[in-house]
């Protein structure tokens, strides 16, 4: 199957940093991505929906001034959590779909905010 | 509205049982993909199945099989003879609709512990 490369894999930074997320499809243009977040012991909440070239959809609840998306190329998109705190260490986990139904999914990202 | 549910929040069984993981969807659109996915302690999706709504033949890989009912709108996993490897969270999915921002909404997940 298609392959997904997320990085990093974990991440630990100081409350108030920002931290950036890379989510890159290897062999195949991912016109659209989408970024979750998974705390422990839970499922997998979508966050926001990108389109290449557009704007992303966040869902309700998401704060967009916060997770910052980008999804510039066919091949990659990035989330950015500005302003990092405590609450925000969680699982995430970026997945692309290419034109037809399937998507893939990256490895996951584990960021810790201290 | 969609919805995947997962009513088992965790099970356990003694290895070579054979468990049965359940998955309900609920969804308005004729056309749709089902998926379930493996989630080990390490945090990666490994992805074990994905059937489509107009796909009820039930499938089997090895010691996985799905049956798929439409009619009871269930998509169950079961794992014969389980083993200790088997032993991670277990996500069903739901993904609607033929258009390329057609989110996969995912269940809870069914921890599933096998013993040795």
């Known amino acids: 199957g298609a392959v997904v490369s997320q990085h990093p894999s974990w991440v630990i930074c100081k409350s108030g940093t920002s931290v950036k997320i890379e989510c890159r499809s290897l062999d195949f243009q991912a016109t659209t991505m989408f970024w979750y977040r998974q705390f422990p012991k839970q499922s997998l909440m979508l966050m926001a929906t990108s389109n290449e070239g557009s704007k992303a959809t966040y869902e309700q609840g998401v704060e967009k001034d916060k997770f910052l998306i980008n999804h510039a190329s066919l091949t990659l998109s990035t989330l950015t959590v500005t302003s990092a705190h405590p609450e925000d260490s969680s699982f995430y986990i970026c997945?692309?779909?290419?034109?037809?139904?399937?998507?893939?999914f990256g490895q996951g990202t584990r960021l810790t905010v201290v | 509205a969609q919805k995947v549910t997962q009513a088992q929040t965790e099970i356990s069984v003694v290895e070579k049982e054979d468990v049965t993981l359940d998955c309900v969807y609920e969804?308005?659109?004729?056309?749709?993909?089902l998926f379930w996915y493996k989630q080990p302690p390490s945090g990666e999706l490994v992805f074990l199945i994905r059937r489509n709504s107009f796909d009820e033949q039930n499938e089997i890989s090895g010691r996985y099989s799905w049956n798929f009912q439409k009619s009871t709108s269930s998509f169950n996993f079961t794992i014969t003879a389980s083993q200790v490897v088997d032993s991670a969270v277990y996500f069903c999915a739901l993904n609607s609709g033929m258009n390329r921002d057609d989110k996969i909404i995912f269940g809870k997940g069914t921890r599933l512990h096998i013993l040795p």
């Open positions: 997945s692309a779909r290419d034109s037809g139904t399937e998507a893939f």
């Open positions: 969804t308005r659109d004729t056309t749709y993909y």
